[in-house]
């Protein structure tokens, strides 16, 4: 199995306050992902990490920031949860960028639940 | 027109059964993977594959780039199969990962 490991796996937490997801990898992979996955809409791809610091948006990137300090970490924060932001959050990691050539490996999943 | 479209939506076999899910899409790529979402769970990557076929136990995935299709098959199938089955392919049209809506599988004993 690929060492990607996501925290924290559940969470509740109140309208307006802050959150903050960890991916862990130990693979060693550029590329990392932050998808959100939500019923009728499947997965949809909020940031992206092509390395060190340097980080894109995705397709459903508003409220969402992420940080990249180093290989291993990607990290989501919501600055101000909503509760549209309910949901369960997916990681993903690749060698390659989209995964062209090489495997795709996803998290855990972490649920995020906002009253 | 979905860019990729994934079939049947729902599928329900008896324990033994030989299972066909369908990958269909429009866009190019040059590879396409197969993915296993327990209810509840995580998202695990199954195959990757970019022609032919590739078999592990009881899975078999195969591709045919020309027709843009994919098909992902369960021999014998067994209740810890039931699960969500997701294409995910790279487009190389759109620069990004385009994922099916998704095939529930049910295994009744």
């Known amino acids: 199995d690929a060492g990607i490991t996501q925290s924290p796996r559940h969470k509740v937490t109140e309208t307006g306050t802050p959150v903050t997801l960890r991916c862990h990898q130990t693979?060693?992979?550029?590329?990392m992902y932050w998808y959100r996955q939500d019923p009728g809409h499947g997965l949809r791809l909020i940031h992206y990490?092509?390395?060190?610091?340097?980080?894109d948006k995705g397709e459903v990137s508003d409220g969402y920031s992420v940080s990249r300090s180093k290989t291993e970490d990607f990290l989501l924060t919501l600055e101000s949860a909503t509760s549209s932001q309910t949901s369960v959050y997916f990681c993903?990691?690749?060698?390659?960028?989209?995964?062209?050539?090489?495997?795709?490996?996803f998290g855990e999943g972490s649920r995020l639940t906002v009253l | 027109k979905n860019e990729v479209e994934q079939s049947p939506q729902n599928l329900t076999a008896q324990e033994g059964e030989f299972i066909t899910i369908n990958c269909s899409y429009s866009?190019?790529?040059?590879?396409l993977h197969w993915l296993q979402q327990h209810p509840g769970g995580g998202i695990v990557s199954l195959f990757m594959?970019?022609?032919g076929k590739k078999k592990h136990g009881r899975l078999i995935a195969t591709i045919n780039i020309q027709e843009k299709h994919s098909s992902l098959h369960i021999t014998a199938s067994h209740p810890r199969d039931s699960a969500v089955y997701i294409c995910?392919?790279?487009?190389?049209?759109?620069?990004?990962?385009?994922f099916g809506t998704g095939t529930r599988l049910q295994v009744f004993p």
């Open positions: 993903a990691i690749s060698s390659d960028w989209l995964a062209n050539t090489g495997e795709l490996f």
């Open positions: 990490s092509y390395g060190v610091k340097d980080t």
């Open positions: 594959l970019s022609s």
């Open positions: 995910a392919l790279p487009s190389y049209n759109t620069d990004k990962l385009i």
């Open positions: 866009v190019g790529i040059s590879a």
């Open positions: 693979e060693n992979h550029r590329y």
